[in-house]
């Protein structure tokens, strides 16, 4: 038996929370904070079973409760209007995960947006997401201990799913209100929910929910509102920019290690406006990853040296971005250019002795991320990024994103970049 030492992650949770609330500050404005409501759900959901340490861990529905104050916007920004005035909203969430012991409880904190895509008297159907922090009671390190509370290095009886309290919230879904008089409406939503923390802190498979809601919202300023009307705005210019963004952190790659590594990367990329409210992108990014030291417990990949070339990858990224007045919000999909360790994955065994099987393969190539056995899975060819961007001015901003293979975090990235 050995004991762990858990990693603290608190300052670098506490930058993303503090993003989250300037992002919430900066999207409301002295019109906006007037028109304010409150919603109070309740939900009735599922975690999705996606991989082998989160199906264990499932016995019952997820039930909870989420409150929340909406704030309609009221075009007084043009990226309001140009969004055709969605709603600003700040949640909270309690979420009971129905497996007390080993899951517990979760809370979260989080700003969305929700956007109208069909607006009448009868009802409001809105496309709805946000992005925040939340917190688990239950995680590896205090469910995997035993009557001397010293934790073993095993999986088999704890939440292997989450090894860190804090963690990111992300929120996507649809959302229904139905006016019901005086100021009331009746709200139906249904979303995906994700918990995890960026492979901060191992285990980190995370936990993936379908959840629905079902509640009230008053709005108590129903008598003197007025539906904003649409002004004349000067439409974003359709012309090309270009940015340069470096990012640090740091994270884990298997609970056996017990080490943290740093990670990095830079981003050169190029981007055009094709509506007032969305841009289209292409870039260049280079990784720094350094848990490929060769001393990792976990042998996904034929490394037995500590050698520069394997802890970088380059690789190309198409990037979409939400135009939300100072910020941004994004998804890219990217493919490797440069990545040394796709012929040292998977690794091979043979008798205790890893083999190099020399593979040289192309550019794209078929690959298993969730295989397990003598062959353990890759991370292939392909991954993507989900970005928030904040500019302190015209040309520079800071940027929070979190680097994903298929459903797998690798990391999170927290930069500054300069947009010319």
């Not at 080993?102 to 009802?123: D, E, H, I, Q």
């Not at 379908?210 to 974003?236: A, C, D, H, S």
């Not at 990858?313 to 250019?337: C, K, M, N, P, V």
């Not at 979190?402 to 010319?420: N, V």
Request: with cysteine.
């Amino acid at each position: 038996m050995k004991g762990i030492t858990k990693p603290t992650d608190s300052k670098m949770w506490g930058k993303s929370v503090l993003l989250g609330f300037i992002f919430l500050a900066s999207l409301i404005n002295a019109q906006t904070v007037d028109q304010f409501s409150f919603k109070f759900q309740g939900i009735y959901g599922n975690i999705i079973p996606h991989d082998k340490h989160v199906k264990p861990l499932i016995e019952g529905p997820c039930m909870g409760t989420e409150f929340s104050v909406e704030f309609q916007t009221m075009g007084d920004e043009p990226w309001q209007q140009f969004n055709n005035f969605p709603v600003v909203g700040l949640g909270t969430v309690w979420l009971n995960l129905g497996n007390p012991q080993k899951l517990g409880n979760a809370f979260a904190l989080y700003p969305y947006l929700s956007y109208s895509l069909v607006r009448t008297k009868y009802f409001n159907f809105k496309l709805k997401g946000g992005v925040g922090v939340s917190s688990l009671t239950k995680t590896y390190y205090n469910t995997n201990k035993n009557s001397l509370g010293i934790t073993y290095l095993s999986q088999d009886s704890a939440n292997g799913a989450v090894g860190s309290h804090l963690n990111v919230y992300f929120s996507g879904g649809g959302s229904l209100e139905i006016p019901i008089g005086n100021g009331f409406s009746l709200t139906a939503d249904y979303t995906w929910n994700h918990i995890s923390n960026g492979s901060i802190v191992v285990p980190n498979s995370g936990l993936n929910f379908l959840n629905g809601f079902v509640g009230l919202k008053y709005f108590p300023n129903y008598k003197k509102f007025k539906f904003p009307t649409k002004q004349n705005f000067q439409n974003i210019p359709r012309k090309f920019s270009f940015e340069i963004i470096a990012s640090g952190g740091f994270r884990q790659y298997y609970y056996l290690d017990q080490k943290t590594y740093p990670i990095g990367s830079v981003v050169f990329g190029v981007y055009r406006p094709l509506t007032n409210f969305y841009r289209m992108g292409l870039a260049i990014d280079a990784f720094y990853d350094g848990v490929y030291d060769g001393t990792s417990l976990y042998k996904r990949t034929y490394l037995t040296t500590n050698e520069f070339k394997n802890k970088i990858r380059i690789g190309t990224s198409w990037q979409h971005e939400l135009l939300l007045g100072r910020f941004s919000a994004g998804f890219d999909f990217g493919i490797y250019l440069y990545n040394p360790l796709k012929n040292l994955s998977p690794v091979n065994i043979y008798m205790g002795q890893l083999i190099n099987s020399n593979q040289n393969k192309p550019l794209i190539y078929p690959y298993h991320i969730d295989k397990n056995g003598v062959q353990s899975g890759e991370d292939g060819w392909f991954y993507t990024r989900a970005t928030l961007k904040y500019a302190i001015d015209k040309h520079l901003f800071i940027s929070l994103g979190l680097k994903t293979h298929l459903q797998k975090a690798e990391f999170m990235e927290w930069g500054f970049g300069y947009r010319f």
